[in-house]
């Protein structure tokens, strides 16, 4: 069965630094990436990554996040720096299978506040 697994979140002060790791098993999958929910919001993309180390990022991230992925394409990270208070949000990790139907982790925390 695919398994998506998510670690690494907690309580930051602005300004600091956090990175989430994301572990999908049990099959291959064309990309992986993070969205984010903060209360009173829609949930929106953070960043993504493909097979071939193609990413994308939200607007509001760019510079300031990086994605990666292992040599086997099985974990993806987010490393958040010069991190804000509406950073704040529950992060959630997807993994897209080659067929196209996506899997998610059941999300983690981020707190940035001092």
């Known amino acids: 069965q695919v398994q998506v697994v998510e670690s690494g979140g907690g309580l930051v002060q602005p300004g600091g630094s956090l990175r989430l790791s994301c572990a999908a098993s049990?099959?291959?999958?064309?990309?992986m990436g993070w969205y984010r929910q903060a209360p009173g919001n829609e949930r929106e993309l953070v960043a993504t990554i493909t097979r071939g180390g193609s990413t994308t990022y939200a607007d509001s991230v760019k510079g300031r996040f990086t994605i990666s992925n292992n040599n086997a394409k099985t974990t993806v990270f987010l490393q958040m720096n010069s991190l804000k208070p509406e950073d704040t949000a529950v992060y959630y990790c997807?993994?897209?299978?080659?067929?196209?139907?996506?899997?998610w982790g059941q999300g983690t925390q981020v707190t940035v506040s001092s």
């Open positions: 997807t993994a897209k299978r080659l067929d196209g139907r996506d899997y």
């Open positions: 049990g099959s291959i999958f064309y990309s």
